[in-house]
C-alpha cells in the first residue's frame, strides 16, 4: 500500500537560513513524488516533482527535492527561506501500479521568522 | 482559463441533510479526485477516479458517494450528512499519466452543525 509520511508538525527557520521539509514514501512500485504548497484559505499549488533521472530536482519560487531511493525520502530544500515561505507543505506520492491514487502526507507547516 | 472549480465555496448542513459537492475541470483531464482536509490530518483521498462513467473507493469513502457522468465533472455527495464530515473539500483532476501534477480547486467548507 502507498503511504508518506511528514515526520514534523512544523518547521522554524530563521529568514536567510537554509530550510529542509522532511517526508519518506512507502510505494510497492516506482514511485513518483511531488510537493505542493498550502497558503491559508488556499487550494494546493505545485512545487516540483520526481519522476526519474536526476536525484536533485528544481521547482517553483527557489525550491528543490532531493530524492533518494535507499532512504526512501524526498526532503524538501530551500537555500535561503523566506518570510513568505511560510505556508502549509504537502509531500505526495503516486505508485503506478496502484490505479494511479495520489496519496498525500499529513502536511508540515513552515514558519519563517523575520 | 478556470482549470478546477468547486461548487459551493461555503455550506452549512444539519445533521441527516443531503447535498452535492460539485467539481468541474476544463483542462480535458483523466482523473480526478476528491479530499477532505482535516486539521493534524494532512488530505485523505474520499474517491477518485480514473476515467469517464469509473470511480473508485480512497483511503476514507465511508458516508460518501461520488459519479463520473461526464468527463469534466466529478460529483461528491453526503446522502445523510453528519457532524464528522465537518472539513473542508477538495477536488483535483490531473492528466491520465501517472507522472504529471493535479490540480487543486480551491476548495469547499463544509460544516454539519
Known amino acids: 500500500a502507498q503511504s508518506v509520511a511528514q515526520p514534523e508538525d512544523q518547521v522554524n527557520v530563521a529568514e536567510g537560513n537554509p530550510l529542509t521539509v522532511k517526508c519518506t514514501y512507502s510505494?510497492?512500485?516506482?514511485?513518483?513524488l511531488f510537493w505542493y504548497v498550502q497558503y491559508p484559505n488556499r487550494g494546493l499549488q505545485f512545487l516540483l516533482k520526481?519522476?526519474?533521472?536526476?536525484?536533485l530536482v528544481k521547482g517553483s519560487y527557489g525550491f528543490e527535492a532531493e530524492f533518494n531511493k535507499s532512504q526512501t525520502s524526498f526532503h524538501l530544500k530551500k537555500p535561503s527561506a523566506l518570510v513568505s515561505d511560510s505556508a502549509l507543505y504537502f509531500c505526495?506520492?503516486?505508485?503506478?501500479?496502484?490505479?494511479?491514487?495520489?496519496?498525500f502526507g499529513s502536511g508540515t507547516r513552515l514558519l519563517v521568522r523575520p | 482559463n478556470a482549470g478546477v472549480t468547486q461548487t459551493p465555496k461555503f455550506r452549512v448542513l444539519k445533521t441527516g441533510q443531503s447535498m452535492t459537492l460539485l467539481c468541474a475541470q476544463d483542462?480535458?483531464?483523466?482523473?480526478m479526485y476528491w479530499y477532505r482536509q482535516d486539521p493534524g490530518m494532512g488530505l485523505r483521498l474520499i474517491h477518485y477516479?480514473?476515467?469517464?462513467?469509473?470511480?473508485a473507493k480512497g483511503e476514507v469513502p465511508d458516508g460518501y458517494n461520488v459519479s463520473r457522468l461526464k468527463k469534466q465533472n466529478f460529483l461528491l455527495g453526503l446522502e445523510s450528512a453528519a457532524p464528522s464530515q465537518t472539513s473542508v473539500y477538495f477536488c483535483?483532476?490531473?492528466?491520465?499519466?501517472?507522472?504529471?501534477?493535479?490540480?487543486f480547486g480551491q476548495g469547499t467548507r463544509l460544516t454539519v452543525v
Open positions: 510505494v510497492s512500485g516506482n514511485p513518483y
Open positions: 483535483a483532476s490531473s492528466s491520465g499519466t501517472a507522472n504529471t501534477e493535479a490540480f
Open positions: 505526495a506520492v503516486r505508485d503506478n501500479e496502484s490505479s494511479y491514487k495520489l496519496i
Open positions: 477516479s480514473v476515467g469517464e462513467g469509473t470511480t
Open positions: 483542462m480535458n483531464h483523466e482523473y
Open positions: 520526481y519522476i526519474t533521472g536526476d536525484n
